[in-house]
């Protein structure tokens, strides 16, 4: 460790609030670099839990660092973040969309045909269709017809839903199970920033 010589209570004081500056702005880049690898733990976390918590993969995805000026938080965007971590308790029943498009995502029942005019997709409007390159058409392939588990999609996400009322949804505690994982890091990131710190202290003689 670095030692100093301050020759005057003047540079004493100037030294210990730049000391006081310092030490803040170390401590709040070890917390953020702390939650950035606090997301990866917990998408490694999440990809471990069986079942793993993902459909439309909106829930991992969610995961973000919200810097502050003193540190950092790790936060998740989804809407059902909060019941994938905590769970739900019985008593009322959940939405009916979300179960019905998970039933899709999950392919266990055959999405629906958009209606007759209901739009594709967006089209280039100033070139047009793309032209089909000249040629002998080759001959359509008989795709395998796919047995779905689910053919009564409402009736199926019905019982879920009774199930759900009945049982509740018991919780992963993703983020609870990865935060000693987190703490750890997060004290190694500060001790390393506080021994960086301590390698070259301020002398009081920066600003008079």
């Given at each position: 460790?670095?030692?100093?010589?301050?020759?005057?209570?003047?540079?004493?004081?100037?030294?210990?609030?730049?000391?006081?500056?310092?030490?803040?702005n170390a401590l709040a880049k070890a917390m953020q670099d702390a939650a950035r690898f606090?997301?990866?733990?917990?998408?490694?976390?999440?990809?471990?839990?069986?079942?793993?918590?993902?459909?439309?993969?909106?829930?991992?995805?969610?995961?973000?660092?919200?810097?502050l000026e003193d540190g950092a938080t790790i936060s998740n965007s989804?809407?059902?973040?909060?019941?994938?971590?905590?769970?739900?308790a019985p008593g009322k029943r959940p939405p009916k969309d979300?179960?019905?498009?998970?039933?899709?995502?999950?392919?266990?029942?055959k999405r629906p045909r958009p209606p007759k005019g209901?739009?594709?997709?967006?089209?280039?409007?100033?070139?047009g269709p793309k032209a089909k390159p000249p040629g002998?058409?080759?001959p359509k392939r008989k795709r395998k017809q796919k047995r779905f588990a689910v053919t009564d999609v409402d009736n199926f996400?019905?019982?879920?839903?009774?199930?759900?009322?009945?049982?509740?949804?018991?919780?992963?505690?993703?983020?609870?199970r990865t935060m000693p994982i987190i703490a750890k890091r997060a004290a190694r990131e500060s001790k390393r920033a506080i021994a960086k710190m301590a390698a070259a202290p301020p002398t009081g003689r920066g600003s008079r």
């Open positions: 460790m670095s030692s100093v010589q301050l020759r005057s209570p003047k540079e004493l004081k100037l030294a210990l609030a730049s000391l006081g500056v310092q030490a803040e606090g997301v990866t733990a917990v998408l490694r976390t999440s990809a471990e839990t069986k079942p793993r918590p993902k459909a439309s993969g909106t829930y991992e995805r969610g995961w973000h660092v919200v810097k989804a809407a059902h973040a909060v019941f994938v971590e905590l769970g739900r979300p179960l019905v498009e998970w039933v899709h995502q999950k392919r266990l029942a209901a739009p594709r997709g967006k089209k280039n409007e100033e070139n002998a058409k080759r996400v019905e019982r879920i839903r009774w199930k759900i009322a009945r049982r509740g949804v018991p919780g992963r505690f993703i983020l609870r």
